[in-house]
C-alpha cells in the first residue's frame, strides 16, 4: 500500500485547509485511514480517523474543527481542517492500519503552518 497526501501550506489563525491521500495497491486489506501530525519535541499524535464502515474518531482538540472523510471511489481520505489555531501547527502524517496481523502504512508528511 502506497499513500500520497498532498494539500498542506501556510495559513492564518482562523483559515482553512484541506488535507487529502490517496491510497494504491493492496487497498482491499486496509480497514482504517486516518491522519496523524507531529510538532517539533512533541510526540506524534492522531488526529483523526475513519474506519471503512465509516465510523470516525477524533482527537479533542480539533473537535468541531476538523472533518475526516472519504472516497471509497477515489481511495482517498479527506481532512477539512477548519478554524485553524497555531497550535495546529506541525507535520501531517496520511495513515493507514490493516487489523489482520496490524499493519501499519505511512504516506509522507505535509506541512501545515498557522501564523498567529
Known amino acids: 500500500v502506497q499513500l500520497q497526501a498532498c494539500g498542506g501550506g501556510l495559513v492564518q489563525a482562523g483559515g482553512f485547509l484541506r488535507l487529502s491521500c490517496a491510497a494504491s495497491?493492496?487497498?482491499?486489506?486496509?480497514?482504517?485511514m486516518g491522519w496523524y501530525r507531529q510538532a517539533p519535541g512533541i510526540q506524534r499524535e492522531l488526529v483523526a480517523a475513519i474506519a471503512s464502515r465509516g465510523t470516525t474518531n477524533y482527537t479533542d482538540s480539533v473537535k468541531g474543527r476538523f472533518t475526516i472523510s472519504r472516497d471509497n471511489a477515489k481511495n482517498t481520505v479527506y481532512l477539512q481542517m477548519n478554524s485553524l489555531k497555531p497550535e495546529d501547527t506541525a507535520v501531517y502524517y496520511c495513515?493507514?492500519?490493516?487489523?489482520?496481523?496490524?499493519?501499519?502504512?505511512w504516506g509522507q508528511g505535509t506541512q501545515v503552518t498557522v501564523s498567529s
Open positions: 495513515h493507514a492500519r490493516r487489523l489482520i496481523n496490524d499493519f501499519h502504512y
Open positions: 495497491g493492496n487497498i482491499f486489506s486496509i480497514n482504517i
